[in-house]
Structure formats: structure tokens, C-alpha cells
């Protein structure tokens, strides 16, 4: 399986996806990490680690020929999975039609609680919350925002002294192996 990343931010859990994926039993490989913002931290993670990079530039075009150029830019590399890792822009229902059952995103909590939200805002409502228990989603990506099926959930306790920034480095070190696992998850439906 021939998987793409699409990220805007700086990646950090990249390099744990990267990894987990080399030391599993997985035919799955990471060809290409495409982003629309020139300066994405992931896409320097993935040149040190030798993946191909491309910037798409959303800049003077629709949101429509966009994501024509991005599937032109999948399809040109042979890419049958696509994963969103920190990608902060909403996909159309043709993106995810044309892409249907083979785009996976993580998500910083288990799902359905805290959709919606991204980044800070999504530990910032966990701790507020009072739960106990919170951790990641590896999910399908569907017309609406989180809702898709859940592949994965990794979780960790939510600790009396977490702030922000804590919480939001215990979660993203359980999203590299939630990747993995969803990842061969729909390796073997696609096989």
C-alpha cells in the first residue's frame, strides 16, 4: 500500500507513523507528504527522512481546483491510502468520494467526544471537561467532520496536574501506533 500524508502543521507525530511503520509487518509504505503551506514542518520531517515532498498552492485558485490538482498530484504517484496529520483544511465531498474508504484521519480524542475540534482547543475541552480518560481516534473520512468510522482508539488518563501542552504530548505520542494500526486495518479490507 502506497500511502500519502497531507499535513499543515509541524508533524510531530510523523516520525513515531514513520517508524511504526518500519518495524511492523506491513507492506505499507510512506511515498509521498504533501502540504499546502510552503513552510509545514512535516514536510522537512519527511525530507530528512528521505519521503518525496510536494507543496500544493492553494493560492489563487478554488478550493475545487485545489483538490483537483492534490488528486492529480495522488494519482500521479500511485497512492492508494491518504493520511491527515494536522491537516487543518476541510475536504469536499468529491475529494472524499474520489478518495472513498482510503483516507484515515487521527483525531486528538476518542470520538465522538470533542469533535470538531483541532489542536490546543481539543485539550483545552478535556481538561475543562473534568474526564478522566481521553487519548486519539484513527478514523475513515466521511462528508462530515470526525464522524466517519472508527478504526483505532488509543487512550491515557487525563492527570490531575495536566496542562495543555502535557496532555497534548502524551496524546500525540499514542498517534504513530494508532496510524499503524489503522493502517493495516484497511490493508486488510482492501486486500
Known sequence: MRI??????RGTSFPSLYQQLQKRNTQATIELVVSHRHNAGILEK????????????????????FEIKLSRVLQHHHIDCVILLG???ILSPDFVMTWRNRILNVHPSLLPAFAGLVSDAVHREVLS?????TGC????????????????QKKCPVLPNDTVESLKARVQSLEGEALVEGIEKLEEVMT
Not at 519521503?51 to 500544493?56: A, D, G, L
Not at 473520512?141 to 468510522?149: Q, R, S
Open 4 to 9: 500519502a500524508v497531507l499535513g499543515s502543521t
Open 46 to 65: 519527511a525530507k530528512l527522512l528521505g519521503i518525496q515532498t510536494e507543496f500544493v498552492d492553494p493560492s489563487e485558485m478554488s478550493h475545487r481546483a
Open 87 to 89: 491537516y487543518m483544511r
Open 129 to 133: 471537561s473534568g474526564v478522566k480518560e
Open 137 to 152: 481516534t484513527v478514523h475513515l473520512v466521511t462528508n462530515e467532520v470526525d464522524a466517519g468510522p472508527i478504526l483505532i
